[in-house]
């Protein structure tokens, strides 16, 4: 899948590290905008050194920050500087969003309130990402995602069946709150289109997480029930899980939605006819029934067999099967990108095709400070000037 | 007066989304543009979106206007009940689509053609609609009409394969996940769309993947598989490289602790006052940490027995740990953090009764978006029909043939 041009000439400063703020880069950048990357050289951003990695050493070397920051430009600026202050300055003044996620007091700290960043460009769509809020109890307070999924609600719901919570297996609010804040930035985006002005843009990335836990909330005050650990059971359809095939860790899928449904899959069980009230009172009975019928199937031959009758089947995937499978493969959705250090590589994604839209080919993450002397010359420092940001340190 | 300007203020004021969703992707991206201000019209059949007759229920009375799922998912719409499968109410249907701006379904290839919606004259006749589809499995590639809901999206897209115990089944994380990033993607790039519609461009058809969605946000473990050809193990729950990076039981409740650091995986044991371990050189590598994980979170629990999860979080939050609350859906709508941003919605629906819902993540100039409860079945029918130019006696004429309600 290329890159779409639909931001088109939208200039995002992303001075955003780790995951959340620089998974809403990615897609900013994936849908066409320019977005340049503000690290500081001193403490790097701590996906520089998260694996995989794709060469024996050095900053350039994770192939997570080269998947989380492709299509992007990267600068390394010292915001403890005044010269870096001055770059960060005439960056905001250029750009369409401001996109950061550092906790609350950082930004002010080093001279950019919200207040300065409007009088700078009132244009400016800016987009601030705090774990818990820039008010608040809690707003001085530690998150990563992981954390994350326990404040959020989402952890209480994840689990076996009379068991305690367990994480996910990916730091899912990170990328929640990334994707989040990126619909809200284009959102604002929109708006300006109306009105010329900009925004002020907060997602507390626990609330973004918390939106997430659908029902739960409603049904607690509807029914007086929490949503609590239950397996792979639905709170309605039956039946409703994994079920072990033939092989190693290799699972089906199976659900039934309505009693159709059900009366195409009994058969293959030795079950008869039964309502949505019979198949809830008999939900132990119809797994088990289910479990004996897969265990000695092909999983995937047994998947499509299940879904040429019209039943929904599919197999438990691993990422390492998605990576070599037909149907992504024929929808493009992993593509190589050169990178100067990894080499050639495959990346995933976007989860989108746009047709009729204009696209490029994607670019690689930018090497440490790879792009700093073409963003400032466009900025309009002479390179004299550049070689003097260097010398007292603001470049780091 | 107020109102109409801070309508205005709202991101999306005066986009028009014609919703055929009925799947719960589908349903939450409405969900999502109608937060932001879009104007968000529900077709329906004329008994009703599939989701009003799945339960739970309101008080567990079944009832089409008390499903909580259709009253959280399909909250902030318009309702109007139409009978699509017949040739009036496809003129009824084209004549919608021609006053909207954004044309969202979740409806297979073969579905949509099915639908008898001349989909390239609706495109002539409207070249700035975006119509926007939220499938399974996308529009092309072999297992394009394959149907399936959170389930099989997120087995499908890796993420339970990565959730649960590697000696037991795999995990479908609670509360639709797969439905709900799929959603959120869709909408960025449905929003994106337009905003280049607004400059002038053509619009776009908008094809989004849940298998892909999901496979979108495995942390690393894509990258893992495409730069050393191996998968990832469910970890029952630890975090693959963090440590500690897991949930842990205290006296009254979870707690959730995710250390990047040495130093924070110190202050845990620093915390519950085990100084010997917390000054043990096997804390100095991340890797080390790791390889003893299951001695040192014994001697964590052990200590964690005798504290209540609300100390726990603030004393930890104290040292810098970054800890979490395990928070249940009775908890949340107590969160002190939660409270102050009046994040959690207070709801009154005629039928379902006052009752509390998560609100909206997002603050625009300090203000969280609004969104009304859902809609009563075919309860904007008039009202939409005759913006759409379809006057009273045009409006009996399809009552009486029973193509609208």
């Known amino acids: 899948v290329r890159r779409a041009r639909l931001l088109d000439g939208v200039d995002v400063v992303d001075v955003s590290t780790a995951f959340a703020g620089p998974y809403a880069g990615k897609l900013l950048a994936d849908l066409g905008a320019r977005v340049i990357h503000v690290e500081t050289g001193d403490r790097l951003d701590i996906m520089r050194g998260y694996p995989p990695f794709g060469a024996p050493e050095g900053p350039d070397r994770s192939g997570s920050f080269a998947s989380i920051n492709r299509n992007k430009l990267g600068i390394t600026l010292n915001l403890k500087t005044?010269?870096?202050?001055?770059?960060?300055?005439?960056?905001?003044?250029?750009?369409?969003?401001?996109?950061?996620?550092?906790?609350?007091?950082?930004?002010?700290?080093?001279?950019?309130?919200?207040?300065?960043?409007?009088?700078?460009?009132?244009?400016?769509?800016?987009?601030?990402?705090?774990?818990?809020?820039?008010?608040?109890?809690?707003?001085?307070?530690?998150?990563?995602?992981?954390?994350?999924?326990?404040?959020?609600?989402?952890?209480?719901?994840?689990?076996?069946?009379?068991?305690?919570?367990?994480?996910?297996?990916?730091?899912?609010?990170?990328?929640?709150?990334?994707?989040?804040?990126?619909?809200?930035?284009?959102?604002?985006?929109?708006?300006?289109?109306?009105?010329?002005?900009?925004?002020?843009?907060?997602?507390?990335?626990?609330?973004?997480?918390?939106?997430?836990?659908?029902?739960?909330?409603?049904?607690?005050?509807?029914?007086?029930?929490?949503?609590?650990?239950?397996?792979?059971?639905?709170?309605?359809?039956?039946?409703?899980?994994?079920?072990?095939?033939?092989?190693?860790?290799?699972?089906?899928?199976?659900?039934?939605?309505?009693?159709?449904?059900?009366?195409?899959?009994?058969?293959?069980?030795?079950?008869?006819?039964?309502?949505?009230?019979?198949?809830?009172?008999?939900?132990?009975?119809?797994?088990?029934?289910?479990?004996?019928?897969?265990?000695?199937?092909?999983?995937?031959?047994?998947?499509?067999?299940?879904?040429?009758?019209?039943?929904?089947?599919?197999?438990?995937?691993?990422?390492?099967?998605?990576?070599?499978?037909?149907?992504?493969?024929?929808?493009?959705?992993?593509?190589?990108?050169?990178?100067?250090?990894?080499?050639?590589?495959?990346?995933?994604?976007?989860?989108?095709?746009?047709?009729?839209?204009?696209?490029?080919?994607?670019?690689?993450?930018?090497?440490?400070?790879?792009?700093?002397?073409?963003?400032?010359?466009?900025l309009g420092y002479t390179p004299a000037e550049i070689a003097q940001l260097r010398t007292e340190g603001a470049l780091r | 007066v107020d109102r109409a300007v801070s309508d205005l203020e709202r991101p999306l004021a005066g986009l028009r989304v014609l919703d055929l969703t009925r799947e719960l992707r589908g349903a939450y991206c409405g969900r999502l543009l109608a937060e932001f201000g879009a104007d968000v019209v529900l077709v329906e059949p004329l008994d009703g979106n599939p989701w009003r007759a799945v339960g739970p229920f309101a008080d567990d009375t079944p009832h089409p206007e008390r499903s909580l799922f259709f009253l959280h998912y399909y909250a902030g719409r318009k309702s109007v009940a139409l009978d699509v499968g017949c040739a009036e109410g496809r003129a009824v249907l084209e004549a919608l689509a021609r006053g909207s701006d954004v044309l969202l379904h979740d409806l297979t290839p073969a579905r949509a053609t099915a639908l008898g919606l001349d989909w390239a004259a609706l495109a002539a006749a409207h070249p700035r609609l975006v119509i926007a589809a939220v499938t399974a499995f996308g529009e092309t590639g072999p297992e394009r009409e394959l149907p399936g809901g959170d389930l099989i999206a997120t087995a499908a897209g890796g993420l339970m394969a990565l959730t649960g115990d590697p000696a037991r089944a795999p995990l479908r994380p609670g509360g639709d996940q797969g439905e709900h990033i799929t959603a959120l993607h869709a909408a960025l790039a449905i929003v994106a769309a337009v905003v280049d519609g607004d400059a002038g461009a053509p619009a776009a058809r908008v094809d989004i993947s849940a298998q892909e969605a999901v496979a979108s946000v495995l942390e690393n473990a894509m990258e893992f598989a495409l730069f050393e050809d191996r998968a990832v193990a469910r970890q029952n729950g630890r975090h693959p490289i963090s440590w500690p990076g897991r949930v842990f039981p205290c006296?009254?409740?979870?707690?959730?602790?995710?250390?990047?650091?040495?130093?924070?995986?110190?202050?845990?044991?620093?915390?519950?006052?085990?100084?010997?371990?917390?000054?043990?050189?096997?804390?100095?590598?991340?890797?080390?940490?790791?390889?003893?994980?299951?001695?040192?979170?014994?001697?964590?629990?052990?200590?964690?027995?005798?504290?209540?999860?609300?100390?726990?979080?603030?004393?930890?939050?104290?040292?810098g740990i970054?800890?979490?609350?395990?928070?249940?859906?009775?908890?949340?709508?107590?969160?002190?953090?939660?409270?102050?941003?009046?994040?959690?919605?207070?709801?009154?629906?005629?039928?379902?009764?006052?009752?509390?819902?998560?609100?909206?993540?997002?603050?625009?100039?300090?203000?969280?978006?609004?969104?009304?409860?859902?809609?009563?079945?075919?309860?904007?029918?008039?009202?939409?029909?005759?913006?759409?130019?379809?006057?009273?006696?045009?409006?009996?004429?399809?009552?009486?043939?029973?193509?609208?309600?």
Do not use: K
């Not at chain 1, 293959?268 to 009230?277: F, I």
């Open chain 2, 322 to 405: 970054p800890i979490g609350l395990v928070h249940s859906a009775r908890s949340l709508t107590e969160d002190p953090q939660l409270a102050s941003y009046g994040f959690i919605r207070s709801v009154t629906h005629p039928e379902a009764g006052s009752y509390l819902d998560v609100g909206s993540p997002f603050r625009v100039d300090g203000r969280q978006p609004a969104l009304g409860p859902a809609p009563a079945l075919a309860a904007h029918t008039a009202e939409v029909l005759t913006a759409a130019g379809l006057d009273a006696d045009a409006r009996e004429c399809l009552r009486r043939q029973g193509v609208i309600q």
């Open chain 1, 82 to 378: 005044a010269g870096g202050r001055d770059v960060m300055a005439r960056l905001v003044c250029r750009a369409d969003v401001l996109l950061e996620n550092y906790t609350p007091r950082v930004l002010p700290s080093l001279g950019f309130p919200w207040e300065h960043l409007a009088r700078l460009n009132p244009r400016l769509v800016y987009c601030t990402m705090p774990g818990f809020g820039s008010s608040g109890p809690h707003r001085d307070y530690r998150s990563y995602g992981p954390t994350l999924e326990g404040q959020s609600g989402l952890a209480f719901m994840t689990g076996y069946e009379g068991e305690p919570p367990l994480r996910m297996g990916c730091s899912y609010p990170d990328m929640v709150g990334g994707v989040t804040a990126a619909f809200a930035i284009v959102a604002a985006l929109r708006r300006r289109a109306r009105t010329g002005r900009g925004a002020l843009i907060e997602v507390p990335q626990q609330q973004a997480a918390a939106a997430l836990t659908g029902i739960a909330v409603v049904q607690w005050t509807l029914t007086g029930r929490e949503s609590g650990r239950a397996g792979n059971a639905h709170p309605w359809f039956v039946p409703h899980g994994v079920y072990r095939c033939a092989g190693d860790d290799h699972w089906v899928a199976v659900v039934v939605r309505d009693d159709a449904a059900w009366t195409r899959l009994a058969p293959l069980l030795g079950l008869g006819p039964m309502t949505h009230a019979a198949r809830c009172a008999r939900r132990d009975e119809i797994d088990a029934a289910l479990g004996r019928f897969a265990a000695a199937e092909d999983r995937d031959a047994l998947a499509r067999r299940l879904q040429a009758l019209g039943i929904e089947a599919y197999p438990v995937r691993t990422a390492l099967e998605l990576a070599r499978d037909a149907h992504l493969a024929a929808r493009r959705f992993i593509e190589p990108i050169d990178h100067p250090t990894l080499g050639p590589r495959a990346y995933a994604g976007p989860p989108w095709r746009l047709a009729g839209i204009d696209t490029a080919p994607h670019t690689p993450a930018p090497r440490l400070g790879e792009h700093t002397e073409g963003v400032l010359a466009a």
């Open chain 2, 251 to 319: 006296r009254d409740g979870f707690v959730v602790i995710s250390c990047g650091s040495a130093p924070q995986a110190r202050a845990c044991f620093t915390l519950v006052g085990d100084q010997a371990t917390a000054a043990d050189p096997v804390l100095d590598d991340r890797d080390v940490r790791r390889a003893h994980a299951d001695q040192l979170e014994a001697r964590l629990i052990a200590r964690f027995a005798d504290w209540d999860a609300e100390a726990l979080f603030h004393a930890g939050q104290g040292l």
